[in-house]
């Protein structure tokens, strides 16, 4: 049996799953699901990337041990993806002990061969992104994430990319399929023609990783360690080779990620690779952004999405799955919007395909007391249905083989859109009022040619929307699993005559736009809120009389004021926001993450006095956008004055970024 090895990319554990990143993990599902139906043995890997110095300061934070702290977040993960109906047949998360031994022994297969070696570095390096930014110790912005990069100085362990780029670039030329889609395979050729510098792949100051074979003082970098683990899950650590799964799935046949990490999966692993000398994989695909309103969907932006009132709006996974596959084309980056959502739903799944089920089912069993009619000769209309029933079938493999999925749904839905006519064309209810008995042989065969029709796009339906396609081949009173039915050798006429259909079952209920946007709307805020207790948005500080005498019934109880969540937070950059004579814009680091708020004091403070220096952050309130730049938290301050001048409160004492006040 042929193999299929995919992994979806290891995500962070701090943040929660959106429906940004949670794409990636149900787009591979539905290619995992499509495989299976081709014949594949599929191994489907996804899981938690749980190392590194931004787990170490989220864990800091939250006041418990970077072990505890990712094993108290793993279950978010296995959670959703069970509410999204993914297949994934291996969950690797990096805290595993298997992995520390999977990961050393690749180091020592690339050392060995003499591709590592020490030297000092001082340099730029992101931490939101777990990369270096410069070699110069200057001030610089990530070009990924536009954050502050912090200033590091340590020895580290070196890996010698620079001897792979010949290699690297000849791989590119012979196999065409390496890295898609063609624009980004070509972002790529430039990076490395560019020049590849020797990559540091250890770090001395961070104690949360895998520790360096032989020098405790180190642990690994965390994406050598988060790349390895697409074979730690598969069992590279076992044995000498690998476990018999390992030798039966490894090399991967497709990565799949999004365009942030492509040079991590399309330079870097690959070198890795070669130097621990193990095969390259076939495919890394790398897809484009879902954004909400106008900006890349992320946490820290607060504009984020949640799968789970979705699901329970639109009663499953299903609707979510197939609006993701059918609207955006893969690789481009595309904005979500519930509109759009709620559109797909009533119009692709309420109207085309659930009418077309529901009537077809319902005179099968009005017409032929519920069991599948034998079709007769055919006419010229049941002929062009057969015909376009195979060569939608053909579209549909081509365009999802090519990851292409927008286009080979909306093949299926030409298809179903087409039998609908047909019906409409047919008029089976006006045969059946003109004389049952009369009429009934053409009335079977345009049932028959309906029914066939409905199980035919089950089968193609199944990678997309699992349960509602099982539902429908229930119905349609098929045996076995869909699963098992071969979408590689799927041929008109399975469809057996005398098969009982079950009664008619609805199940795409049309939605009623707005109450479903308000309802949905409802929800998402309230996850938003629970899903960001430490966060959000900052008001500027706003000049308040110094002193206000406090009525009774003005006063809070204790957990009122616990709700407040205040963190310390370093300054890492300060600029003025152009137009706004008071307000500056302040990146400030608070353990867990760098939070870009607007406060209203560029009248009392210079922005390079700034940097550096300790400040309070009220986390947890709305965000807000000031002049057109947006604000995730406050800055603390003491109110003096007449004026209402703001002094920012600060520390004497040496405090941890993400300190709680209470
Ligand atoms: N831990 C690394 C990956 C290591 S793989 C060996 C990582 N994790 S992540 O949690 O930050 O991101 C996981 C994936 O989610 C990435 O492929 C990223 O591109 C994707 N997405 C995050 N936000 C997204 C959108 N808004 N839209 C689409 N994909 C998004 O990077």
Redesign the pocket.
């Given at each position: 049996m042929k193999k299929f090895y995919l992994t979806t990319?290891?995500?962070?554990p701090n943040?929660r799953p959106h429906v940004?990143?949670s794409?990636?993990t149900m787009v591979c599902d539905a290619i995992a699901r499509y495989k299976r139906q081709c014949g594949y043995d599929v191994a489907f890997l996804t899981g938690t990337?749980e190392h590194g110095e931004k787990l170490e300061r989220a864990a800091a934070a939250a006041g418990v041990s970077p072990s505890e702290f990712v094993a108290s977040r793993r279950p978010i993960f296995y959670n959703l993806w069970k509410l999204l109906n993914i297949s994934h047949t291996h969950f690797i998360y990096t805290d595993r002990p298997d992995h520390a031994r999977c990961v050393q022994r690749m180091l020592l297969r690339a050392r060995d061969a003499g591709y590592v070696y020490k030297r000092k570095y001082e340099g730029r390096y992101c931490i939101h992104d777990e990369r270096y930014i410069s070699d110069s110790t200057e001030p610089v912005n990530c070009d990924v994430c536009g954050r502050p990069a912090e200033l590091v100085s340590e020895e580290n362990y070196f890996f010698k990319l620079s001897a792979f780029a010949d290699r690297l670039l000849e791989h590119y030329k012979t196999h065409g399929n390496f890295i898609h889609p063609d624009f980004r395979r070509n972002e790529v050729v430039s990076f490395v023609k560019s020049g590849l510098r020797d990559i540091s792949v250890s770090r001395k100051r961070i104690k949360w990783g895998i520790p360096w074979p032989d020098d405790p003082e180190q642990v690994f970098y965390v994406w050598y360690d988060?790349?390895t683990?697409y074979m730690t899950g598969i069992g590279f650590a076992e044995g000498n080779n690998g476990s018999a799964e390992f030798q039966k799935y490894w090399p991967a046949d497709l990565h799949m990620?999004?365009?942030?990490?492509i040079r991590f999966h399309a330079v870097y692993w690959p070198a890795f690779l070669m130097a621990a000398n193990l095969p390259l994989p076939e495919t890394i695909f790398a897809h484009g952004?879902?954004t909400f309103g106008g900006d890349?969907?992320?946490k820290s932006k607060g504009n984020v999405v949640y799968c789970e009132p979705i699901v329970e709006v639109l009663g499953g996974a299903d609707a979510l799955r197939y609006y993701l596959l059918r609207d955006i084309p893969f690789g481009q980056d595309s904005s979500f919007s519930y509109d759009a959502l709620i559109q797909r739903y009533n119009s692709d799944l309420a109207n085309d395909l659930g009418n077309l089920a529901n009537r077809t089912v319902t005179m099968v069993n009005r017409y032929f007391g519920g069991e599948a009619p034998a079709a007769g000769v055919p006419m010229p209309g049941e002929r062009e249905i057969m015909e376009l029933a195979a060569k939608t079938a053909e579209e549909f493999r081509a365009r999802f083989d090519a990851c292409d999925f927008s286009r080979g749904l909306e093949a299926l839905w030409q298809f179903i859109g087409r039998v609908n006519k047909y019906l409409v064309e047919t008029e089976p209810w006006a045969l059946a009022g003109a004389g049952l008995e009369t009429n009934k042989t053409r009335l079977a065969t345009i049932l028959y040619t309906a029914a066939e029709a409905v199980r035919f796009s089950t089968v193609m339906l199944y990678p997309v929307i699992p349960l509602s396609a099982e539902r429908l081949w229930k119905q349609l009173g098929q045996k076995g699993k869909l699963e098992d039915q071969r979408l590689d050798e799927l041929q008109w006429g399975g469809l057996r005559a005398g098969t009982r259909l079950s009664p008619p079952e609805i199940i795409f209920p049309r939605l009623e736009k707005e109450a479903t946007l308000k309802r949905l709307w409802e929800l998402e805020e309230a996850e938003r809120a629970r899903a960001t207790t430490r966060k959000e948005s900052v008001k500027p500080v706003e000049p308040q009389p110094e002193t206000q005498p406090q009525a009774e019934e003005q006063k809070i109880s204790i957990e009122d004021f616990a709700k407040v969540d205040m963190r310390v937070g370093e300054v890492k950059s300060a600029e003025r926001v152009p137009g706004a004579n008071k307000l500056l814009k302040l990146l400030v680091d608070i353990g867990s993450e760098v939070r870009q708020v607007v406060a209203g004091i560029a009248e009392y403070y210079e922005p390079p006095k700034l940097i550096g220096m300790k400040v309070v952050l009220v986390t947890n309130l709305q965000p807000r956008k000031l002049r057109g730049v947006e604000s995730n938290g406050m800055i603390v301050a003491a109110s003096v004055g007449e004026e209402g001048k703001p002094v920012l409160v600060t520390f004497k004492e040496d405090v941890p970024n993400g300190a709680r006040l209470k």
């Open positions: 990319p290891i995500y962070y943040a940004g990143n794409y990636t990337d988060a790349l683990s990620v999004g365009k942030d990490i952004f879902l890349k969907m992320s």
